[in-house]
Every structure is written in structure tokens, then in C-alpha cells.
């Protein structure tokens, strides 16, 4: 017989026309026989492949660093041996620490958060469904849609990272410039754009994670 292949992603239906003798489906392709064949398919809009993930937030990343590392380049010389690093609601320091302490507490804190942003996405299979704390979970962890689930997931939590550590940097510059000071006294204003910042630019990551989660419509039947 005369076949013809006619190339279909993965779907959950499909169906051809009267004039069909024969047709089977194999993976992603539907082998149907003779020609002028009329058909619709009910695709499946959800990729089965994972996506390649953006490059801007790993590249944002290292562009952080770099600055932390300017930052610790440029202030260290001019820091006291004890820094204050706690701060009263009025501003006044109340906790202290060695140079040396701070800069091992810091860059600790900062490798931490960062290493468990980006490893987070991978150590997804290594918890039951029910820890896993996603947008409709049920349709995310089918087995087929976890590579997807993975990359988009490995996306979002670089992007968190992105903040955070840019958290981390605009703390550390205030308690540089703080220590400068004689006494050191803290800023409230300056704190206060930098916790509005950073809860702006939560929210926007949260709308951004919950909008990459949600449940593909249905399209309708194509031809």
C-alpha cells in the first residue's frame, strides 16, 4: 500500500477522516494509508522535552559575584577589626563580630543559598510528590512533563538566587558604609529601600513561578 507518514507531536487524541483504511500510531508519528486524508488532532500543548533554560540569570550571577568580590576588595582595608553587624530598631549597633569572622559568616551564607538554589531542580526526584510545592502538582509530576518540570524549575530558582544574592550585596554595602561611621549607626531609610526592593522583585518572581505552572488549555481541533 501506498502510506503516508504525516508527522504529529505527542498527543492525548486523534482522529482522521472517512477515507481512512488503516492508521497506527508509533511515538510521534501517525502512519496512516492512501492519500487526501482529512484529519484532526487534540494536541497535547506540553512539550515532553525540557526547555533549553535561559542563560541570564547564571550570567547575572557571576556578575554578583564579581561585584561582592569588588565590594570586599575595595572596604576591607577601611574596616575596624570588630564590626558591628547587629542593629537596634533605632539604628544603634548591638552585636559585633572580627573582621575575619564576618568575612567567613558572609561568603558561607552567600555559597549556601546560592548552591541550593541551583541544586534544588535536581534533587526534585529525591522527595515524595507531596513535599514538592508547585502549582497544580498533580498535573506537573506526571512522569512525562518531570524533564520539563526540572528545566523550568532550575529557570526560576536562578532568578531567586539572582535575588537574594543581590540581597546579600545590598546589605553587605550598608554594613561597610555603617562601620565607617563613629559611632556605627544603620540607616533606616537605606534599609528600607532595600527591603522594598527586595520584596518587589519577590513578588514579581512569585506571579512569574505560578504563571510557568499553570494548566495548558486545550487547543481546539486543527485541520
Known amino acids: 500500500e501506498d502510506l503516508r507518514y504525516i508527522s504529529i507531536p505527542r498527543c492525548r487524541t486523534w482522529d482522521v477522516g472517512p477515507t481512512l483504511q488503516s492508521a497506527a500510531y508509533h511515538g510521534s508519528h501517525a502512519v496512516a494509508s492512501r492519500t487526501n486524508l482529512r484529519y484532526k488532532v487534540a494536541m497535547d500543548p506540553t512539550p515532553l522535552e525540557p526547555r533549553v533554560p535561559s542563560p541570564l540569570p547564571y550570567r547575572l550571577l557571576l556578575l554578583e559575584a564579581f561585584v561582592l568580590v569588588l565590594l570586599w576588595l575595595h572596604y576591607y582595608p577601611l574596616m575596624p577589626g570588630r ?96 562601620n565607617l561611621l563613629e559611632p556605627p549607626r544603620l540607616e533606616g531609610i537605606s534599609i528600607g529601600w532595600t527591603m522594598g526592593g527586595f520584596f518587589a522583585a519577590m513578588a514579581v518572581w512569585l506571579v512569574m513561578f505560578c504563571r510557568a505552572f499553570r494548566v495548558p488549555k486545550e487547543p481546539g481541533a486543527t485541520r
Open 83 to 178: 564590626m558591628a553587624t547587629h542593629f537596634g530598631a533605632g539604628g544603634e549597633a548591638n552585636g559585633w563580630m572580627t573582621l575575619d569572622g564576618f568575612l567567613l559568616f558572609f561568603w558561607g551564607m552567600c555559597a549556601f543559598l546560592v548552591v541550593l538554589m541551583l541544586l534544588m531542580p535536581k534533587l526534585i526526584g529525591l522527595f515524595p510528590d507531596s513535599m514538592v510545592n508547585i502549582p497544580h502538582r498533580d498535573y506537573w509530576l506526571a512522569p512525562e512533563r518531570r524533564p520539563l518540570v526540572r528545566a523550568i524549575l532550575g529557570e526560576h530558582m536562578a532568578w531567586l538566587g539572582v535575588i537574594i544574592l543581590g540581597l546579600m550585596g545590598a546589605i553587605l554595602h550598608s554594613t561597610f558604609r555603617t
